[in-house]
């Protein structure tokens, strides 16, 4: 919270090159740029009403620059309604957008922000590593840095694989295990997203079914082929699966807790049993935690769950909020990939010593003691707040939480998979969505998203969350 208003600026200048005039959207784009102030007073922020014309403005002419003005679909308001907020700076729990209004956050950008968005410490080490220089496409000595810590961390790992988003991880980690086992189909769960590449894009959870698309025009049948899919939490689905299947599944992925449906953890013993039928049929259990990675607990969800999958996919926590994946599991299985072995997979910047800085003060900063403790309690209060608010005001509401990942759905529930997550209210969260961000809280935008909170997060943040909370469950 120790960002100040003055300094807030969207660091653009008025292009030379627009003078061409090419299209008639540049007069438009010049008015925006013009239009966007340097710096919004602390006296003026006093006075103001809730107000996104800027960010209106800016994303009005964002729309004529990018598909659908964004660079990533999750990020559009297709399923609460009005537009995206544009943002300038980001410090601790909290964001500040071009306009000037203040948010507690809840997004986390995604899930990297864990130990708060700016780190001090994260941002003076890059500062220091940047120096040297961004990126090598050689070895360098952080990479070793980073991967030990891992190793160290996640229990299925044994050697790490970095690469720079992920969907890159899932990626190779399917096409590791397909080379491994020598087999080709895989099963993953309605609901569960793995990234884009086109064998995952089959029934994938929050951002295609945010916005309403079956599956992905532009994937060729070929590529989904193999891939089959059964509801998450339901273990007579996958045992016909495997049966129907005999000796040709190559993986079963998973989000060990699913939080691209909304956040559904699995029921008890469903990990378990997953486990167990994967090594029965001698397929390979892909654990993806680029979500769950260090945000369940230090060891990700399979330290959480006591359970050691295969393969393992990172992501998000481990970049610092910088673009990183990874992907890795026992040796004999990372001995296939290239150049140990012949599983072809590369990467220009992949282990770039940014990234790599930032991931390792991150987890530095998780190692201290307390952390995920305080994770925990926080988010505990508020999902229950958020809860009780919801009761109090004749809402059908179910929603839980493990250490600093959470969720709510407008629905009584139980919610054991993405059926049951598509019974929440979605007008109702829309309406919900806008109240709070009226309020000054920023939560993903879409009932089918996972909520996270960081260290940075306060009591103080959590008891505002919760009163804004209050007041927006009585008008809605
Ligand atoms: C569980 C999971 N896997 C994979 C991905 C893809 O990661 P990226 O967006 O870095 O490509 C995501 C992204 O949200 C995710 O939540």
Redesign the pocket.
């Known amino acids: 919270m120790a960002a100040t208003l003055s300094g807030v600026g969207i660091g653009l200048r008025p292009s030379t090159s627009s003078s061409t005039h090419k299209h008639s959207q540049h007069a438009q784009r010049r008015n925006w740029r013009s239009s966007v102030k340097m710096t919004v007073s602390i006296e003026e922020k006093k006075q103001k009403k809730f107000s996104l014309q800027k960010s209106e403005e800016a994303f009005n002419a964002a729309k004529e620059l990018m598909p659908g003005g964004v660079n990533s679909p999750v990020r559009a308001f297709r399923s609460v309604g009005g537009q995206p907020i544009v943002f300038d700076s980001v410090k601790g729990s909290h964001m500040w957008d071009i306009d000037g209004n203040e948010y507690i956050d809840y997004v986390g950008s ?1 899930g990297p922000a864990i130990i708060g968005h700016a780190d001090d410490k994260v941002i003076a080490a890059l500062t220091e590593t940047m120096k040297k220089g961004t990126s090598f496409g050689a070895p360098c000595l952080l990479e070793n840095v980073l991967a030990e810590m891992v190793i160290k961390a996640v229990p299925s790992i044994e050697m790490v694989r970095f690469v720079n ?3 890159e991880a ?1 990626m190779g980690a399917l096409r590791l295990a397909r080379a491994f086992t020598g087999r080709e189909k895989i099963i993953k769960f309605d609901g569960c ?3 884009h590449a086109d064998p995952f894009l089959v029934k994938a959870g929050s951002g295609v079914a945010t916005l309403g698309l079956p599956d992905s025009p532009g994937v060729p049948k070929a590529a989904t082929y193999e891939t089959l899919v059964a509801p998450f939490n339901d273990l007579a689905a996958v045992e016909k699966l495997f049966e129907a299947n005999k000796g040709e599944i190559a993986a079963l992925i998973l ?1 060990p807790v699913v ?2 449906s909304g956040f559904i953890p699995p029921k008890p013993d469903f990990l378990n049993a997953i486990r167990k039928i994967t090594r029965e049929n001698g397929a390979l259990l892909m654990f ?1 935690e ?2 769950t990675g260090f945000r369940l607990s230090y060891g990700g969800a399979q330290e959480y769950f006591g359970i050691t999958p295969d393969i393992t996919t990172l ?1 998000k926590i481990i970049g610092g909020g910088l673009p990183v ?1 990874a992907y890795g599991g026992r040796r004999e299985i990372m001995e296939m990939v290239a150049p140990a072995g012949p599983m072809y997979q590369a990467g220009t910047l992949s282990g770039n010593p940014l990234a790599m800085t930032a991931g390792l003060h991150t987890l530095k900063r998780l190692q201290e003691p307390g952390s995920y403790e305080y994770l925990d309690k926080i988010t505990g209060e508020l999902v229950q707040g958020i809860l009780e608010a919801g009761k109090k005001a004749g809402h059908a509401m179910c929603g839980g939480h493990i250490r600093g990942m959470f969720g709510f759905f407008f629905t009584e529930g139980p919610v054991y998979n993405f059926d049951d997550a598509k019974k929440s209210d979605a007008s109702k969260f829309a309406r919900f969505y806008q109240g709070m961000l009226a309020e000054g809280v920023y939560f993903a935008p879409s009932q089918f998203e996972a909520g996270f909170t960081s260290l940075a997060h306060t009591g103080e943040d959590i008891q505002r969350t919760i009163e804004a909370a209050e007041k927006v469950l009585k008008q809605i």
Do not use: I, Q
């Open positions: 995604w988003s992920g969907t899932c997203y793995h990234g989000e939080g691209n993806d680029v979500m992501g994946g």
